[in-house]
């Protein structure tokens, strides 16, 4: 069973020049530090997302 924080914390994205999602991580340093291995690619905070006990968001 996961950790109830999970929906809590911070998540960071790293997004490609086409905008497709490289790679997520809940740590920024470890987000910047995959971003360089891609030129051009930028770290975006991901929005935090609720969903529902039936599945809706």
Not at 11 to 32: C, D, I, M, N, P
Not at 33 to 54: C, F, H, L, Q
């Amino acid at each position: 069973m996961g950790c109830a924080c999970k929906d809590k914390r911070q998540k960071y994205e790293v997004v490609g020049t086409t905008g497709k999602v490289l790679f997520r991580s809940g740590s920024k340093a470890t987000a910047q530090a995959v971003s360089r291995r891609y030129p051009g690619s930028t770290v975006e905070e991901k929005d935090k997302e609720t969903v529902t006990a039936d599945g809706s968001q």
